[in-house]
């Protein structure tokens, strides 16, 4: 993830979560502490992150319509799952992640 890419990530769960999200929102996200969360957000967005916060930011991605849901959380195109229920059972999971960030922010 590059650090443009990282902005608009910002931007787009700001939309997800109908919000705008700030540095600070995003280094609670992303689990880091509060002295220098908000430094190294932006610093990210200019330079990119680490390889293990891409790995956290792409799970919180999911939170938006405009990302796909990652291979391992994608449950819904099994066998068992009915086609028809797919589509609600994907919005359902973006709404449990979008509510997971919320709670998160507090």
């Not at 919180?60 to 229920?85: C, G, N, Q, T």
Request: hydrophobic share 35%; aromatic share 4%.
């Amino acid at each position: 993830m590059t650090g443009p890419e990282l902005k608009q990530l910002r931007a787009d769960l700001s939309d997800a979560l109908e919000r705008t999200l700030t540095a600070a929102d995003m280094a609670k996200l992303c689990g880091l502490p509060e002295k220098g969360g908000v430094d190294t957000i932006r610093r990210w967005e200019v330079s990119g992150p680490t390889p293990s916060a891409t790995r956290v930011l792409r799970v919180l991605a999911m939170a938006s319509e405009r990302y796909p849901i990652l291979e391992k959380f994608d449950i819904f195109d099994r066998h068992d799952v009915r086609e028809e229920d797919r589509p609600a059972k994907r919005a359902a999971f973006r709404q449990q992640m979008r509510d997971e960030a919320r709670r998160r922010l507090g």
